[in-house]
């Protein structure tokens, strides 16, 4: 559908305004709004994409996460009203001692853009609060990231603590600067994400496995 294309190539070129008056366009066309949503997804995969391959950077992905958003806000009450959820639930955080947000938004971004569902539980995270909220949400993924290498021993504690819940149904996922994947694996994390694209594949890897 000709509308469904120009609203996948606004998402790409991270065009807010063309994308929300493209948006009520479909919808106006009674379009199916999982077929709306498909799109949407569709064009964040492709951004990806773009981005491992180094066609695209960090700026482009932050404009065409914006501009799906501005869709998704106004497709939204529509898939809520026709029972159509997200495909995933997660939760996500900076552990213990860490105030830096950067990596995890762009994480939380492109969750979104791939249907996940995100509970974003800010900054210096306590082990305790991330226990609170895997009871609270039973989410599929549970996210952890740390920028400064003073708090990987909080990123450990995190994944023995939800190890020792006797919580299950998710898998955890880490990332930031300092976190290697032999770190990942030291700690017992079920896997690791080195940017927020791969942190959409390797979440729904986790989940599919």
């Not at 997804?41 to 914006?66: K, T």
């Not at 997660?90 to 950067?102: E, Q, R, W």
């Not at 952890?144 to 939800?162: C, D, G």
Request: glycine fraction near 10%; hydrophobic fraction near 50%.
């Amino acid at each position: 559908m000709p509308l469904l294309d120009d609203l996948d190539a606004a998402i790409q070129a991270g065009n807010c305004d063309l994308t929300s008056s493209l948006t009520r366009a479909v919808l106006a066309e009674s379009v199916d709004p999982k077929a709306i949503l498909d799109c949407m997804v569709g064009a964040m995969d492709i951004v990806g994409q773009r981005f491992q391959c180094g066609q695209a950077y960090v700026p482009e992905m932050l404009f065409a996460s914006r501009a799906m958003k501005t869709g998704v806000e106004l497709l939204e009450p529509i898939l809520v009203a026709e029972g159509i959820k997200a495909d995933l639930k997660a939760i996500i955080g900076t552990v213990k001692g860490d105030l830096h947000d950067l990596g995890k938004n762009l994480v939380i971004m492109m969750w979104k853009g791939a249907n996940i569902e995100v509970i974003d539980l800010g900054t210096d995270v306590a082990p305790a609060r991330f226990l609170e909220a895997v009871a609270e949400h039973q989410p599929q993924l549970v996210g952890l990231s740390s920028l400064l290498t003073t708090t990987m021993p909080a990123m450990k504690a995190t994944i023995r603590e939800l190890q020792g819940a006797g919580l299950d149904g998710f898998k955890t996922i880490v990332g930031g600067a300092p976190i290697s994947e032999q770190f990942a694996r030291d700690i017992g994390a079920d896997g690791y994400a080195g940017d927020a694209v791969s942190a959409v594949s390797v979440a729904r890897d986790l989940v599919a496995s």
